[in-house]
Antibody
C-alpha cells in the first residue's frame, strides 16, 4: 500500500523559510515522479512543483519560481520542498503526491494526508 | 489556462445520474484529469486523459471530452459519491485545477 507522510509544517513568520518532507513507502520510490500540491479555502487546489523519478528534472509554476525548490533523496525514499521568503498567501495545506509516471505527468494517483503551513506574524 | 466547472454546487439523490462539466479557456486536447475529494481527506484520482478510469475506480464513473469541454458522469449515485469534484488540466504550465463542484445529498 502506498503511504505518503508529510512533516515539517507549522507556523512561520513572513520572510522566513521552511522545509517540508514527505516519507514514502509501499512502492518503488525512484521509479515515479513526485509532486507537491497545496490547497486553500480561497484559491482551491494549486500545483506547486514536480520532480522526475531520478531527480534530474524539476518544474514549478512561474508564480513560485525562485522561492521554492523541490528535491528528493531516493536512498531515503523522501521528497522535500524548500520554501523561502514565505508570504501570508503561502498559507495552505500542502500535499505530497505520487505521479502516475516516472517522467512527471502531473497525474497524481496517491496523496499524503497533507501538512498545514501557516505564515503569519 | 482557466478551468471553469459547472455547476459549482449541486444536490442529487442516491441512484441519480449526474454530470459535471469542466470548460477550459484554451484547447487542452485530452490532457485532463478528474479528482474526488471528501471532507478532511486528500483528493483521489478518478479519471485521466479525459476518459481513462483510474484502477480501482468504480465503473459508474466515466469521463468524456476533448479540446475545451469535458464531463464526468456518475451513472447511478451511491452514498459514498457525495463529495467535491475537481478537474485539472495537464496541457500547459501552470497545471491548473478547476474551482470544484460540491455534490450534496438532496
Amino acid at each position: 500500500e502506498v503511504q505518503l507522510v508529510e512533516s515539517g509544517g507549522g507556523l512561520v513568520q513572513p520572510g522566513e523559510s521552511l522545509r517540508l518532507s514527505c516519507a514514502a513507502s509501499g512502492f518503488s520510490f525512484s521509479t515515479y515522479a513526485m509532486g507537491w500540491v497545496r490547497q486553500t479555502p480561497g484559491k482551491g487546489l494549486e500545483w506547486v512543483s514536480v520532480i522526475s523519478g531520478s531527480g534530474d528534472r524539476t518544474s514549478y509554476p512561474d508564480s513560485l519560481k525562485g522561492r521554492i525548490s523541490i528535491s528528493r533523496d531516493n536512498s531515503k525514499n523522501t521528497l522535500y520542498l524548500e520554501m523561502n521568503s514565505l508570504r501570508a498567501e503561502d498559507t495552505a495545506l500542502y500535499y505530497c503526491a505520487k505521479d502516475l509516471y516516472a517522467s512527471g505527468s502531473l497525474i497524481f494517483d496517491s496523496w499524503g494526508q497533507g501538512i498545514l503551513v501557516t505564515v503569519s506574524s | 489556462i482557466q478551468l471553469t466547472q459547472s455547476p459549482s454546487f449541486m444536490s442529487a439523490s442516491v441512484g441519480d445520474r449526474v454530470t459535471i462539466t469542466c470548460r477550459a479557456s484554451q484547447d487542452i486536447s485530452s490532457f485532463l484529469a478528474w479528482y474526488q475529494q471528501k471532507p478532511g481527506k486528500a483528493p483521489n484520482l478518478l479519471i485521466y486523459a479525459a476518459s481513462t478510469l483510474q484502477t480501482g475506480v468504480p465503473s459508474r464513473f466515466s469521463g468524456r471530452g476533448s479540446g475545451t469541454e469535458f464531463t464526468v458522469t456518475i451513472s447511478s449515485l451511491q452514498p459514498e459519491d457525495f463529495a467535491t469534484y475537481y478537474c485539472q488540466q495537464l496541457a500547459r504550465d501552470p497545471y491548473s485545477f478547476g474551482q470544484g463542484t460540491k455534490l450534496e445529498i438532496k
